[in-house]
C-alpha cells in the first residue's frame, strides 16, 4: 500500500533554512539565512530532483531562479503554487520558461488573460483547485503528466503548511543559521493556521546530524507519533 503513495505522487523533502529562532526570512523578508557551503549543498539536490516547488509569495519575495548554478547538473522542473496566477511576468521565472521547464498550477480564480500571458511567456499552467491549489492533486497530476519521481519543496512556510496538513511531505532538511532575528511577524519554518496541541503535530524522527560551515543541518523522516511525545513531556513533568 506505502509503495503505491509514492507511485501516485512524488516523494516531497522539505527544505528550509532557519535562524536559530526558527525564522525562515525578517519581518522585511531578508531571507539570506543559511551560509555559502548549504546554498551549494542546496544546488546538488536540486541537481538531484526531477521538481523543485516554492509558493507564489517566495517568488514575489525572492524572484527566485531554482536552477542548478553552483554546481555541475541539470536543472530540475521548476513548479510554483499560484492560484491566482499572480507570478509576474518579468520574474526570473518567467523570463527563463523557455529554457528552463516551468509549470504554475492555479486554480479556477486565475483570470484567463493572466493564465494566457504566462502560457505565452513559455510558462505550463494547469488549473487544479477551486479556490486554491489542491497540493495532493497538482502532486499526482506532476507524477503523472511530468514523470516527477522526487520533488524537493523549497517553501515557504505557508505552501509547506498545506502539504504537511494533507501528509505530503516524506523527509525534512533543514539548515540552522547561527543568528537570531526575533520578530513576532517573522514567518518560521511552518505557517497556515497551526494545530492546537502537540498530540495533533507532525511527528519527525531525527536521522542526521551534521556541521556544514557555519550551519547545523538536521535531517528528519516524518512520521511516528507526536501523542507520544506529548506523553513524554507530561510523564516529565508529573515524576518532577
Ligand atoms: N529560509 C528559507 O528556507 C525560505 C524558503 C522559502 C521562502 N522563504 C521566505 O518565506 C516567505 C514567503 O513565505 P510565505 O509563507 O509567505 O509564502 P509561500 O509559502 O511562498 O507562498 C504562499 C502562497 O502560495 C499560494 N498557494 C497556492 N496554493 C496553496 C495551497 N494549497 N496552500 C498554501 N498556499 C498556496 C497562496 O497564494 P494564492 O492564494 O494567491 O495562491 C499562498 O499565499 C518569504 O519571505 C521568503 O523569502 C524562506
Redesign the pocket.
Known amino acids: 500500500m506505502g509503495g503505491r503513495v509514492h507511485r501516485e505522487r512524488p516523494f516531497v523533502l522539505y527544505n528550509?533554512?532557519?535562524t536559530a529562532d526558527g525564522k525562515?526570512?525578517t519581518v522585511d523578508?531578508d531571507?539570506r539565512?543559511s551560509g555559502r557551503e548549504d546554498l551549494v549543498e542546496v544546488h546538488r539536490l536540486r541537481a538531484e530532483f526531477d521538481a523543485v516547488a516554492?509558493?507564489?509569495?517566495?517568488v514575489l519575495?525572492?524572484d527566485p531562479m531554482l536552477n542548478v548554478r553552483l554546481v555541475d547538473g541539470e536543472d530540475p522542473i521548476r513548479v510554483v503554487?499560484?492560484?491566482?496566477c499572480?507570478t509576474p511576468a518579468d520574474s526570473r521565472l518567467v523570463k527563463t520558461a523557455g529554457s528552463i521547464p516551468t509549470v504554475i498550477y492555479c486554480s479556477d480564480v486565475a483570470p484567463e488573460d493572466r493564465v494566457r500571458e504566462l502560457e505565452e511567456a513559455g510558462v505550463d499552467v494547469h488549473r487544479v483547485g477551486e479556490e486554491?491549489?489542491d497540493?495532493a492533486a497538482a502532486l499526482r497530476h506532476l507524477a503523472r503528466e511530468y514523470g516527477v519521481e522526487r520533488l524537493l519543496l523549497?517553501?515557504?512556510?505557508?505552501?509547506?503548511?498545506?502539504f504537511f496538513k494533507e501528509g505530503l511531505v516524506d523527509e525534512v532538511r533543514m539548515a540552522i543559521a547561527p543568528v537570531m532575528v526575533g520578530g513576532s511577524e517573522a514567518?518560521t519554518a511552518l505557517?497556515g493556521e497551526g494545530f492546537s496541541e502537540v498530540v495533533d503535530g507532525v511527528a519527525l524522527e531525527l536521522t542526521s546530524v551534521e556541521k556544514l560551515g557555519r550551519d547545523v543541518i538536521l535531517r528528519f523522516k516524518v512520521g511516528g507519533d507526536a501523542g507520544s511525545l506529548a506523553e513524554e513531556h507530561e510523564s516529565a513533568r508529573s515524576r518532577g
Open positions: 528550509v533554512a532557519v525562515v526570512a523578508g531571507s539565512v516554492v509558493g507564489v509569495n517566495t519575495a525572492d503554487f499560484d492560484s491566482r499572480r486554491r491549489v497540493v523549497e517553501g515557504g512556510p505557508t505552501l509547506a503548511w498545506s514567518p505557517e
